[in-house]
């Protein structure tokens, strides 16, 4: 026996593997699991117990024209079919507040600025919370403390602080709380995990993924609606706990630009990667250590006249290393577009996993194939060496479906508060390393961030950096 991955060794490795190939048949139709491998977060939880027909009434707290749009949107569109209404919506900006009456045919009664008076509301049952990040944690804190359950968009925290204290209230509340990283809703991420768990690839060595674009003018540099003004919007309760400074209608809308309201890629893009590939080792870990180097040097916001330059990088690449020995890392840009693919890599075999999450194939190490003569076509399939193709691909609606009914049944949704504490922990080293040029070290233990000569690191928070926080 192989005590480093609990598998035979030697010859009776082949035997293993045909007896196993039915158990990772085992994955749906669609290729999602029904909860996740690494276990479930099921609590005592406060606010109306919702049964399997019962309506859920959302509302949506911070309904921008990106994502918080794209939620009240799709979830009053889906309505019946998920069973849910979109009961209420919350924003600072009054235009939005008008679009959302009209689009969900909601009442002035239903309709806030203040996100406190709405969850003082006893019929809401769940929010979406879709604010710039600094709110992500105050808001998810006070919804489950109100009995709501939750959907957070990505990233999960502004800060590290902040993740232990949405993930301490998650374990205290019981409330059915997820991430906005759809790609975690992806079939072949889920069919992976069972590969891995069930030792067929071998050691886990190293994961890679990328998520890169190019836009000429600059990435982020949205139109600015000529109604954002300090009287309709506002603008110290939009900055919440970051420091007073003079209403900026450039920094409402194009806020992932600045380090004060947006880690940049870090915080946008990158977590739509470290969800789903750190779920597929089976058992996300804490990082024991991140490194991250981000440059700035093509200045494409120098196309956008009235913009000032963002402060975060326009590429950043990141390496995590975690207990079980793997290698992780994740490149993401926003000058150029392309991207390598996502691998899994083995001592035994790689994982290759389609940009959209809908296809697998595990590719065997030369010195192993001969370990897989002799097995069945079925026996092939099963394990990945034939391309699995048809899985569900990644999907906002999924993932927001996926939501809703581990809400009726109690179980854990795929961006479930183990899994995001764990990928919040990454980013917020990730920036920790990059902005104060250090490699940063994780204990899970302590949660103390130190340097390589055991000096502590007092964690980025708002303020922290001058200039910049």
């Not at 490795?13 to 699991?33: E, S």
């Not at 374990?171 to 991430?179: I, L, M």
């Not at 920094?251 to 946008?268: E, T």
Request: aromatic share 8%; hydrophobic share 35%; with cysteine.
């Amino acid at each position: 026996m192989d005590n480093r991955t609990n598998q035979p060794a030697g010859d009776s490795r082949r035997t293993f593997i045909k007896k196993t190939a039915a158990v990772t048949a085992a994955v749906t139709a669609t290729g999602i699991l029904k909860t996740p491998v690494y276990g479930q977060n099921k609590a005592p939880s406060t606010g109306r117990v919702i049964g399997a027909n019962d309506r859920i009434a959302v509302a949506v707290i911070g309904v921008g024209a990106g994502i918080g749009k794209n939620h009240l949107e799709g979830i009053h569109k889906n309505a019946s079919q998920n069973n849910v209404v979109v009961a209420a919506a919350c924003d600072l900006f009054n235009k939005r507040r008008d679009w959302a009456k009209e689009k969900a045919g909601l009442k002035d009664s239903d309709l806030f600025s203040d996100y406190r008076k709405l969850l003082e509301r006893g019929d809401i049952d769940a929010v979406v919370v879709a604010t710039h990040d600094p709110w992500h944690a105050p808001i998810s804190i006070d919804a489950m403390n109100a009995g709501k359950h939750v959907y957070c968009e990505k990233p999960m925290t502004r800060y590290l602080d902040e993740a232990f204290k949405v993930h301490d209230a998650v374990k205290k509340t019981g409330k059915c709380f997820t991430v906005g990283s759809q790609g975690a809703s992806a079939g072949a991420w889920h069919k992976a995990a069972q590969l891995i768990t069930a030792g067929k690839i071998g050691q886990l060595v190293w994961a890679q993924g990328f998520y890169c674009r190019n836009n000429p003018k600059g990435e982020w540099n949205y139109a600015i609606e000529k109604e954002s003004t300090p009287e309709n919007i506002d603008w110290k309760a939009w900055l919440g706990p970051v420091s007073n400074r003079p209403f900026s209608a450039d920094a409402f809308h194009r806020w992932r630009k600045y380090y004060p309201y947006c880690g940049g890629l870090l915080g946008d893009l990158v977590p739509h990667r470290l969800h789903p590939l750190m779920l597929a080792t089976g058992k996300p870990e804490f990082p024991t250590r991140v490194t991250s180097i981000g440059t700035r040097h093509v200045h494409t916001d120098r196309k956008t006249p009235g913009t000032p330059e963002r402060d975060v990088p326009e590429h950043v690449q990141l390496s995590a290393e975690f207990p079980n020995g793997m290698l992780l890392t994740v490149s993401s840009s926003t000058v150029n577009a392309k991207s390598d693919g996502f691998r899994i890599y083995g001592h035994q075999a790689t994982l290759e996993i389609g940009d959209s999450g809908n296809v697998l194939q595990m590719i065997p190490e030369r010195g192993f194939a001969d370990e897989y003569e002799g097995l069945t076509e079925v026996e092939r399939k099963d394990l990945g060496i034939e391309p699995i193709k048809g899985l569900q691909h990644e999907d906002i609606r999924v993932h927001e479906k996926n939501w809703f009914d581990c809400i009726r049944s109690g179980k854990a949704p795929n961006a479930n508060i183990d899994l995001a504490v764990r990928v919040q922990t990454v980013i917020s080293l990730a920036e920790i390393a990059e902005r104060l040029k250090i490699t940063a070290l994780f204990d899970e233990k302590t949660r103390k961030v130190t340097t390589a000569d055991g000096k502590e690191v007092k964690p980025l928070t708002y303020g922290s950096v001058k200039g910049l926080s």
